[in-house]
């Protein structure tokens, strides 16, 4: 289920993002990414914080029936897709693709190793979850502890869209997407196997010594 839902947001972020660039003007592209990352992210930190509400207060901890409005709403959303108007880009189809990260400036790629490393040390929300299910054997604070985790990354999170040339906006964010992947992918992999061979908390290490390091690339980043 877990490879599934991977594959689904692979095919619908893409799709996403070109309608975001095809429905904006060139001015506001950023404006619109940036709207849109806000309210997915508002999205992630109401979700688990009713879900924690629904589950201790209405539902008795059926998780079953948490799931099942979880896919109507989830359903509500596919449905808003009938108002949506496809647009078609005039964009020229000899134009060749070329990644040269030479063409970024060098606070977007000391960005990029940063958030490279952080993707890293990032392991997946999976073990930390095992291990709070080791706290506390009902789960009826998992969400609760999701909710938290989304209001630190909106905390901590930014943006650096404005400061893209629009030239290698689309190359940039391709970048910063597939060194996400490979991180988690390598990060989950390696954290795992910290886990399993030695114990959960020199995994917790490996990912808080990683994450140190992406912090210090962060700054340097956003001092030049």
């Given amino acids: 289920m877990r490879v599934l839902d991977r594959v689904v947001k692979g095919l619908r972020d893409a799709p996403r993002d070109a309608l975001i660039y095809l429905s904006s003007e060139k001015e506001e592209l950023n404006k619109s990414y940036n709207f849109q990352r806000a309210f997915d992210t508002i999205g992630a930190i109401l979700g688990p914080l009713v879900g ?9 901890l059926n998780y079953r029936l948490l799931f099942l409005i979880a896919s109507l709403l989830g359903f509500l959303a596919i449905l808003t897709f009938v108002f949506v108007e496809d647009k078609k880009d ?11 990260l030479k063409i970024f400036p060098s606070n977007l790629r000391l960005y990029l190793l940063s958030f490279f490393l952080f993707s890293l040390g990032y392991f997946s929300l999976s073990l930390v979850f095992l291990r709070i299910q080791t706290i506390d054997s009902s789960l009826k604070t998992l969400p609760l502890f999701y909710f938290i985790f989304n209001l630190f990354f909106v905390i901590f999170a930014f ?50 010594f990683l994450i140190s390091i992406a912090l210090i690339f962060l700054h340097l980043a956003f001092r030049k």
Avoid: D, P, R
């Avoid at 924690?52 to 008795?60: T, V």
């Avoid at 030239?167 to 964010?173: D, F, H, K």
């Fill in 52 to 60: 924690f509400i629904l589950l201790n207060y209405f539902l008795g």
């Fill in 90 to 100: 005039n964009y020229s189809k000899n134009k060749k693709f070329i990644l040269n």
């Fill in 159 to 208: 943006t650096i869209g404005k400061n893209i040339s629009q030239e290698y906006l689309a190359t940039a964010q391709g970048t910063l997407n597939s060194l996400y992947g490979f991180g988690q992918l390598f990060g989950g992999l390696i954290g795992g196997l910290i886990w399993t061979k030695l114990n959960f908390t020199y995994a917790f290490l490996y990912g808080g």
